[in-house]
């Protein structure tokens, strides 16, 4: 019973997308230590409440989504069974406790620095109020407007520790997270295209086609690359990196499109995404870390 009540908090709060959320915090928080040379060790407490704090606010995020969007994810297979559409967690337990993860998560932010928990609730505000409760229903470029607070856990990383967000590297990395989303999300849109048709949801596949999905989807790819020279004034180890992984990207999608139908090609660029985020935010870890410890 009490496994069981852990996994329905799980689903509750998404925890694959904390974990997914967390990696971009890090280690944008490793590379502002390394930008602006501080000690790794003295920062070890910022280390902890950011990862507390993002976690927790991202959580929050994810439950008030669930609450509002709990009739139309009944209507979807992939969502169906979260608590808030089988009723297994009443949503006025889900609200309660979605509001307290977003005081603790904001705290723990806080003790960071107040531009750290800022960012932490302008997050949370975008992901609710612009997506979930105007543009998710109403628009194809709901994905765009979401992309913005997903991006914004490399804000709070960076900021955490550093003295000022203003530096290339760190709007490089917050633009290449909002630009990522689309190639993303539109993959994931196409492959459960039946769902988001069955709950009138205006994903870009569904109301204009895979052709013009896999059109703008490649428009997103070369302006991802181009973001990589946002990297030129730190490094251009990352810089190449970053863009050796776009171009891959970009070369997987023009050259499989033309190979496989929509349903392969999506599979494909949802899977590469997944492989494209966790080696470039791996290559930021291991640039930041490794030059921390040569310095």
Request: aromatic share 12%; hydrophobic share 55%.
């Amino acid at each position: 019973m009490q496994n069981k009540k852990i996994e329905l908090w799980k689903k509750a709060v998404k925890t694959g997308i904390i974990k997914s959320n967390l990696i971009p915090m890090f280690a944008a928080l490793m590379l502002a230590l390394y930008t602006y040379h501080l000690s790794f060790i003295e920062n070890i407490p910022n280390m902890i409440f950011a990862l507390i704090g993002s976690a927790a606010v991202i959580g929050a995020a994810g439950i008030f989504n669930n609450i509002y969007d709990h009739d139309i994810d009944a209507k979807m297979s992939r969502t169906k069974l979260r608590p808030s559409v089988t009723g297994e967690i009443n949503l006025r337990t889900l609200l309660i406790v979605g509001i307290l993860l977003l005081i603790i998560g904001l705290g723990f932010l806080a003790l960071t620095t107040l531009t750290a928990a800022i960012l932490g609730f302008l997050g949370v505000f975008f992901y609710v109020v612009p997506y979930t409760m105007w543009t998710k229903r109403r628009t194809i470029w709901n994905t765009e407007v979401g992309s913005i607070s997903g991006a914004v856990p490399p804000l709070i990383g960076w900021a955490a520790v550093a003295p000022t967000i203003w530096h290339p590297a760190c709007w490089a990395l917050f633009i290449i997270m909002i630009i990522w989303q689309m190639p993303h999300f539109y993959a994931l849109a196409i492959r459960k295209k039946d769902d988001y048709a069955a709950a009138k949801i205006p994903m870009l596949p569904v109301v204009k086609g895979v052709k013009r999905t896999y059109i703008q989807t490649n428009v997103y790819l070369i302006l991802l690359m181009l973001t990589s020279f946002l990297f030129v004034p730190l490094s251009w180890g990352l810089t190449l990196s970053s863009l050796m992984l776009g171009g891959i990207w970009l070369w997987i999608s023009l050259v499989g499109y033309r190979q496989m139908d929509g349903n392969k090609w999506a599979n494909k660029m949802f899977g590469y995404s997944l492989i494209y985020m966790t080696a470039l935010f791996a290559t930021v870890i291991i640039y930041a870390g490794v030059g921390m410890i040569l310095r």
